[in-house]
């Protein structure tokens, strides 16, 4: 709904599908900005990490093992990771929707990878 909003703003200079990415990464940011539930999710997750990385029985009221990866990341970095890793966008896609270039795209999804490594203890990493 947001993105048919602002399809005036659609120049036709880049792709359309570039543009569409744009509205919702910024979306999705502003919306972040306004949530309080990563917050929450830091707060539960706090210097604990490791232990709590253990555990994985999810009950409906606990947070998932997915949302303590991602709690551990900058709003920038967990955005870009659910583009690459959730949508399958390409680094050239999530480049045009972030204003990023290519080269950023890359080093904030190493760095995210290797943060939520650290974070809990993931030593096995052969699959990226």
Same mark, same amino acid.
Request: with cysteine; proline share 1%; charged share 30%.
């Given at each position: 709904?947001?993105?048919? @909003?602002?399809?005036?703003?659609?120049?036709?200079?880049?792709? =359309?599908?570039?543009?569409?990415?744009?509205?919702?990464?910024?979306?999705?940011?502003?919306?972040?900005?306004?949530?309080?539930?990563?917050?929450?999710?830091?707060?539960?997750?706090?210097? @604990?990490?490791?232990?709590?990385?253990?555990?994985?029985?999810?009950?409906?009221?606990?947070?998932?093992?997915?949302?303590?990866?991602?709690?551990?990341?900058?709003?920038?970095?967990?955005?870009?990771?659910?583009?690459?890793?959730?949508?399958?966008?390409?680094?050239?896609?999530?480049?045009?929707?972030?204003?990023?270039?290519?080269?950023?795209?890359?080093?904030?999804? =190493?760095?995210?990878?290797?943060?939520?490594?650290?974070? =809990?203890?993931?030593?096995?990493?052969?699959?990226?």
């Amino acid at each position: 709904m947001h993105a048919w @909003d602002k399809l005036h703003t659609f120049s036709g200079r880049g792709t =359309f599908i570039g543009w569409l990415l744009k509205v919702a990464y910024t979306t999705f940011l502003q919306s972040k900005r306004k949530s309080k539930r990563y917050a929450e999710i830091l707060e539960e997750v706090g210097h @604990d990490a490791e232990a709590k990385s253990r555990t994985h029985s999810v009950q409906a009221d606990e947070v998932t093992d997915l949302d303590k990866f991602l709690a551990v990341l900058s709003e920038e970095e967990r955005a870009v990771m659910v583009m690459s890793y959730a949508c399958g966008l390409s680094h050239r896609e999530i480049s045009e929707a972030t204003a990023m270039p290519v080269g950023t795209v890359k080093s904030v999804i =190493f760095r995210g990878k290797e943060k939520i490594r650290t974070s =809990f203890d993931i030593k096995d990493h052969q699959h990226g």
